[in-house]
Protein backbone atom coordinates (compact mmCIF):
# COMPACT_ATOMS: atom_id res chain seq x y z
CA UNK A 1 0.00 0.00 0.00
CA UNK A 2 0.98 3.60 -0.58
CA UNK A 3 2.85 4.88 2.75
CA UNK A 4 4.41 8.09 2.85
CA UNK A 5 7.69 7.64 5.45
CA UNK A 6 7.28 10.17 8.41
CA UNK A 7 11.22 11.64 9.54
CA UNK A 8 11.07 9.28 12.17
CA UNK A 9 10.98 5.94 10.12
CA UNK A 10 13.19 7.99 7.29
CA UNK A 11 15.61 8.38 10.03
CA UNK A 12 15.56 4.95 11.42
CA UNK A 13 15.78 3.48 7.76
CA UNK A 14 19.01 5.77 7.41
CA UNK A 15 20.58 3.88 10.11
CA UNK A 16 19.31 0.75 9.56
CA UNK A 17 20.77 0.92 6.07
CA UNK A 18 24.10 2.75 7.44
CA UNK A 19 24.68 -0.70 9.29
CA UNK A 20 24.18 -2.75 6.92
CA UNK A 21 26.48 -1.31 4.99
CA UNK A 22 28.97 -1.51 8.15
CA UNK A 23 27.97 -5.10 7.67
CA UNK A 24 28.95 -5.95 4.51
CA UNK A 25 32.16 -3.88 4.32
CA UNK A 26 33.38 -5.90 7.45
CA UNK A 27 32.19 -8.97 6.02
CA UNK A 28 34.19 -8.21 2.51
CA UNK A 29 36.77 -7.22 4.46
CA UNK A 30 36.90 -10.39 6.55
CA UNK A 31 36.97 -12.48 2.91
CA UNK A 32 40.17 -10.43 2.25
CA UNK A 33 42.13 -11.26 5.36
CA UNK A 34 40.84 -14.76 4.90
CA UNK A 35 42.17 -15.16 1.31
CA UNK A 36 45.45 -13.20 2.38
CA UNK A 37 45.77 -15.86 5.30
CA UNK A 38 45.35 -18.71 3.18
CA UNK A 39 47.62 -17.30 0.70
CA UNK A 40 50.34 -16.00 3.66
CA UNK A 41 50.12 -20.05 5.57
CA UNK A 42 50.40 -22.12 1.59
CA UNK A 43 53.57 -19.53 0.98
CA UNK A 44 54.96 -20.52 4.67
CA UNK A 45 53.75 -23.98 4.60
CA UNK A 46 55.49 -24.62 0.93
CA UNK A 47 59.29 -22.94 1.54
CA UNK A 48 61.32 -25.86 1.62
CA UNK A 49 63.93 -24.26 4.38
CA UNK A 50 62.90 -24.94 8.10
CA UNK A 51 61.12 -21.86 9.78
CA UNK A 52 60.29 -21.63 13.53
CA UNK A 53 59.19 -18.38 15.81
CA UNK A 54 59.58 -18.31 19.06
CA UNK A 55 58.18 -16.06 21.85
CA UNK A 56 59.91 -14.54 24.65
CA UNK A 57 59.88 -17.30 26.72
CA UNK A 58 61.63 -19.24 23.86
CA UNK A 59 58.34 -21.57 23.50
CA UNK A 60 57.85 -21.98 19.31
CA UNK A 61 54.87 -20.16 18.68
CA UNK A 62 54.74 -21.28 14.49
CA UNK A 63 56.61 -22.89 12.22
CA UNK A 64 56.23 -24.38 8.77
CA UNK A 65 55.55 -27.68 7.08
CA UNK A 66 59.28 -28.24 6.43
CA UNK A 67 60.06 -27.77 10.27
CA UNK A 68 57.62 -29.69 11.40
CA UNK A 69 58.20 -32.81 8.76
CA UNK A 70 62.05 -32.66 10.18
CA UNK A 71 60.94 -33.36 13.78
CA UNK A 72 58.03 -35.74 12.80
CA UNK A 73 55.35 -34.39 13.81
CA UNK A 74 52.06 -31.94 12.87
CA UNK A 75 52.96 -28.47 13.07
CA UNK A 76 49.82 -27.96 15.64
CA UNK A 77 52.48 -30.61 17.91
CA UNK A 78 54.72 -28.04 17.96
CA UNK A 79 53.69 -25.14 18.89
CA UNK A 80 54.40 -24.91 22.36
CA UNK A 81 57.53 -26.69 22.29
CA UNK A 82 60.69 -25.28 24.23
CA UNK A 83 63.10 -24.39 21.30
CA UNK A 84 65.87 -26.68 22.97
CA UNK A 85 63.46 -29.22 22.53
CA UNK A 86 62.84 -28.46 19.27
CA UNK A 87 66.81 -28.21 18.14
CA UNK A 88 67.17 -31.87 20.35
CA UNK A 89 64.75 -33.11 17.51
CA UNK A 90 66.53 -31.40 14.97
CA UNK A 91 70.43 -31.22 14.89
CA UNK A 92 70.44 -33.71 17.95
CA UNK A 93 71.49 -33.08 21.69
CA UNK A 94 75.18 -31.31 21.59
CA UNK A 95 74.18 -28.96 18.93
CA UNK A 96 70.87 -27.75 21.40
CA UNK A 97 72.76 -27.84 24.09
CA UNK A 98 75.40 -25.45 22.93
CA UNK A 99 72.79 -22.93 20.85
CA UNK A 100 70.32 -23.04 22.90
CA UNK A 101 71.45 -22.17 26.05
CA UNK A 102 69.32 -20.20 29.13
CA UNK A 103 70.37 -16.25 28.44
CA UNK A 104 71.59 -16.82 25.08
CA UNK A 105 71.30 -13.25 23.59
CA UNK A 106 68.31 -13.56 20.24
CA UNK A 107 70.47 -11.70 17.84
CA UNK A 108 71.05 -11.30 14.50
CA UNK A 109 73.54 -13.62 13.58
CA UNK A 110 73.82 -17.01 11.13
CA UNK A 111 76.06 -19.22 11.90
CA UNK A 112 76.49 -23.46 10.63
CA UNK A 113 76.18 -26.57 11.90
CA UNK A 114 77.09 -30.24 12.27
CA UNK A 115 74.03 -32.54 12.87
CA UNK A 116 74.51 -35.81 14.86
CA UNK A 117 73.59 -37.48 11.50
CA UNK A 118 76.81 -35.54 9.97
CA UNK A 119 74.45 -33.20 7.52
CA UNK A 120 75.71 -29.76 7.70
CA UNK A 121 72.98 -26.56 8.28
CA UNK A 122 72.87 -23.09 7.47
CA UNK A 123 70.97 -21.47 10.63
CA UNK A 124 70.07 -17.78 10.80
CA UNK A 125 68.30 -15.89 13.21
CA UNK A 126 66.48 -12.67 13.53
CA UNK A 127 64.75 -11.17 16.50
CA UNK A 128 61.29 -9.57 15.49
CA UNK A 129 60.69 -6.38 16.71
CA UNK A 130 57.52 -5.23 14.95
CA UNK A 131 55.08 -7.64 16.91
CA UNK A 132 51.69 -6.32 18.72
CA UNK A 133 51.72 -7.69 21.79
CA UNK A 134 50.10 -11.13 22.59
CA UNK A 135 50.19 -11.60 18.57
CA UNK A 136 50.66 -15.70 17.78
CA UNK A 137 49.73 -16.69 21.13
CA UNK A 138 49.35 -20.29 21.11
CA UNK A 139 46.55 -20.23 23.51
CA UNK A 140 44.57 -17.11 21.64
CA UNK A 141 42.38 -19.17 19.70
CA UNK A 142 41.55 -21.48 22.87
CA UNK A 143 41.29 -18.87 25.51
CA UNK A 144 42.00 -15.52 26.18
CA UNK A 145 45.62 -15.51 27.49
CA UNK A 146 47.11 -12.72 29.34
CA UNK A 147 49.72 -10.89 26.40
CA UNK A 148 53.43 -10.56 26.94
CA UNK A 149 54.52 -6.93 28.14
CA UNK A 150 56.94 -7.02 25.31
CA UNK A 151 57.78 -9.01 22.35
CA UNK A 152 61.50 -7.80 22.31
CA UNK A 153 62.64 -11.10 22.78
CA UNK A 154 60.59 -12.86 20.29
CA UNK A 155 63.15 -14.18 17.18
CA UNK A 156 62.67 -16.23 14.03
CA UNK A 157 65.36 -18.90 13.16
CA UNK A 158 65.94 -20.35 9.38
CA UNK A 159 67.65 -23.42 8.49
CA UNK A 160 68.58 -24.91 5.34
CA UNK A 161 70.39 -28.54 4.39
CA UNK A 162 74.07 -26.80 3.24
CA UNK A 163 75.15 -30.58 2.82
CA UNK A 164 75.61 -30.83 -0.87
CA UNK A 165 77.26 -27.09 -1.53
CA UNK A 166 79.07 -27.88 1.36
CA UNK A 167 80.47 -31.44 -0.60
CA UNK A 168 81.05 -28.98 -3.79
CA UNK A 169 82.67 -26.48 -1.97
CA UNK A 170 85.47 -28.79 -0.36
CA UNK A 171 85.84 -30.14 -3.83
CA UNK A 172 86.76 -26.88 -5.88
CA UNK A 173 89.11 -26.59 -2.78
CA UNK A 174 90.55 -29.72 -3.35
CA UNK A 175 90.81 -29.08 -7.37
CA UNK A 176 92.20 -25.55 -6.65
CA UNK A 177 95.11 -27.53 -3.82
CA UNK A 178 95.66 -29.74 -6.75
CA UNK A 179 96.55 -27.02 -9.65
CA UNK A 180 99.15 -25.90 -7.27
CA UNK A 181 100.77 -28.88 -6.26
CA UNK A 182 100.70 -29.37 -10.70
CA UNK A 183 102.69 -26.08 -11.04
CA UNK A 184 104.84 -27.13 -7.98
CA UNK A 185 105.32 -30.35 -9.84
CA UNK A 186 106.29 -28.76 -13.54
CA UNK A 187 109.17 -27.15 -11.84
CA UNK A 188 110.48 -29.78 -9.32
CA UNK A 189 110.23 -32.32 -12.56
CA UNK A 190 111.89 -30.30 -14.72
CA UNK A 191 114.85 -29.12 -12.02
CA UNK A 192 114.99 -32.90 -11.53
CA UNK A 193 114.71 -34.09 -14.73
CA UNK A 194 118.15 -32.08 -15.95
CA UNK A 195 120.32 -34.15 -13.42
CA UNK A 196 118.68 -37.65 -14.29
CA UNK A 197 119.73 -36.94 -18.08
CA UNK A 198 123.32 -36.06 -16.66
CA UNK A 199 122.98 -39.28 -15.05
CA UNK A 200 121.74 -41.44 -17.95
CA UNK A 201 123.95 -40.01 -20.78
CA UNK A 202 127.32 -40.31 -18.23
CA UNK A 203 126.45 -44.39 -17.15
CA UNK A 204 125.54 -45.11 -20.75
CA UNK A 205 128.87 -43.18 -21.66
CA UNK A 206 130.92 -45.71 -19.08
CA UNK A 207 128.92 -48.95 -20.19
CA UNK A 208 129.94 -48.24 -23.78
CA UNK A 209 133.35 -47.26 -23.34
CA UNK A 210 133.39 -50.52 -21.18
CA UNK A 211 132.10 -52.94 -23.57
CA UNK A 212 134.37 -50.73 -26.25
CA UNK A 213 137.46 -53.42 -25.32
CA UNK A 214 137.19 -57.05 -24.87
CA UNK A 215 139.73 -57.11 -21.21
CA UNK A 216 137.55 -54.15 -20.44
CA UNK A 217 134.43 -56.11 -21.39
CA UNK A 218 135.16 -59.00 -19.15
CA UNK A 219 136.41 -57.40 -16.27
CA UNK A 220 133.31 -55.73 -16.29
CA UNK A 221 131.05 -58.70 -16.12
CA UNK A 222 133.44 -60.29 -13.81
CA UNK A 223 132.71 -57.51 -11.56
CA UNK A 224 128.77 -57.07 -12.40
CA UNK A 225 130.26 -53.15 -13.29
CA UNK A 226 127.96 -53.75 -16.33
CA UNK A 227 125.06 -54.52 -14.31
CA UNK A 228 125.31 -51.78 -12.48
CA UNK A 229 125.84 -49.42 -14.75
CA UNK A 230 122.65 -50.36 -16.44
CA UNK A 231 120.61 -50.69 -13.13
CA UNK A 232 121.73 -46.80 -13.18
CA UNK A 233 120.34 -46.10 -16.81
CA UNK A 234 117.23 -48.01 -15.90
CA UNK A 235 116.19 -46.16 -12.10
CA UNK A 236 117.43 -43.14 -13.66
CA UNK A 237 115.06 -43.61 -16.21
CA UNK A 238 112.90 -44.78 -13.88
CA UNK A 239 112.61 -41.31 -11.63
CA UNK A 240 111.69 -39.94 -14.76
CA UNK A 241 108.35 -41.69 -15.11
CA UNK A 242 107.94 -41.00 -11.10
CA UNK A 243 107.94 -37.54 -12.28
CA UNK A 244 106.18 -37.14 -14.93
CA UNK A 245 103.27 -38.89 -12.40
CA UNK A 246 103.57 -36.10 -10.17
CA UNK A 247 102.37 -34.11 -13.32
CA UNK A 248 99.62 -36.19 -13.45
CA UNK A 249 98.39 -35.28 -10.80
CA UNK A 250 96.71 -32.65 -11.74
CA UNK A 251 96.03 -34.25 -15.30
CA UNK A 252 94.37 -37.27 -14.12
CA UNK A 253 96.25 -39.54 -16.02
CA UNK A 254 94.58 -43.03 -17.63
CA UNK A 255 97.08 -45.52 -17.39
CA UNK A 256 98.20 -46.93 -20.57
CA UNK A 257 97.46 -50.75 -21.86
CA UNK A 258 101.20 -51.80 -23.64
CA UNK A 259 101.69 -55.64 -24.31
CA UNK A 260 104.28 -56.07 -21.42
CA UNK A 261 106.15 -59.09 -20.27
CA UNK A 262 104.83 -59.40 -16.70
CA UNK A 263 107.52 -62.06 -15.74
CA UNK A 264 110.58 -59.63 -17.20
CA UNK A 265 108.98 -56.55 -14.95
CA UNK A 266 108.89 -59.49 -12.11
CA UNK A 267 112.40 -60.66 -12.28
CA UNK A 268 113.88 -57.26 -13.03
CA UNK A 269 112.31 -55.95 -9.22
CA UNK A 270 113.35 -59.27 -7.44
CA UNK A 271 116.96 -59.16 -8.79
CA UNK A 272 117.64 -55.49 -7.54
CA UNK A 273 116.03 -55.89 -4.37
CA UNK A 274 118.08 -59.66 -4.21
CA UNK A 275 121.29 -57.89 -4.61
CA UNK A 276 120.17 -55.10 -2.50
CA UNK A 277 120.09 -57.46 0.60
CA UNK A 278 123.06 -59.27 -0.32
CA UNK A 279 125.20 -58.00 2.88
CA UNK A 280 121.85 -59.50 5.07
CA UNK A 281 121.35 -62.55 3.39
CA UNK A 282 117.81 -62.18 2.42
CA UNK A 283 117.00 -64.26 -1.06
CA UNK A 284 114.43 -63.76 -3.41
CA UNK A 285 113.00 -66.84 -5.36
CA UNK A 286 110.89 -65.97 -8.89
CA UNK A 287 108.38 -68.32 -9.05
CA UNK A 288 106.48 -67.45 -12.54
CA UNK A 289 104.16 -68.73 -14.79
CA UNK A 290 106.02 -69.11 -18.53
CA UNK A 291 102.61 -69.09 -20.43
CA UNK A 292 101.22 -65.91 -18.97
CA UNK A 293 103.40 -64.33 -21.89
CA UNK A 294 102.29 -60.47 -22.62
CA UNK A 295 99.33 -58.28 -20.83
CA UNK A 296 97.96 -55.02 -21.68
CA UNK A 297 98.84 -52.55 -18.92
CA UNK A 298 100.81 -49.81 -17.30
CA UNK A 299 104.61 -51.13 -17.27
CA UNK A 300 105.66 -48.43 -15.64
CA UNK A 301 102.93 -48.51 -12.49
CA UNK A 302 102.93 -51.96 -12.56
CA UNK A 303 106.56 -51.90 -11.41
CA UNK A 304 105.72 -49.36 -9.28
Known sequence: EHHRFTAEERQQLEGLADMAALALDNARLLDTLGAAKRVWEQTFD???????????????????????????LHPSDVAGLSCAVAFARLFGERAAAYHMRPGTPRTTSSFELQAEDGRRYLVAVAPLSSLEPGAWSPESEEKEAEAPASNSSW????????????????????????????????????????????????????????????????????RQWDY?????????LRCKQITRGLLDLSRQKRA?????????????????????????GARFEVVADPAVGEVATDEAMVRQ
Open 256 to 280: RRDPVDLNRVVAQAAQLFERRGQES
Open 228 to 236: YLEEIVRQA
Open 155 to 222: SVITWSDITTLAEVQEQLARSRRLATIGQLAAGVAHEINNPLAAITTCAEATLRDLNSDPATADAARE
Open 46 to 72: AIPDGIIVHDDRMRVVRCNMAAAEAMG
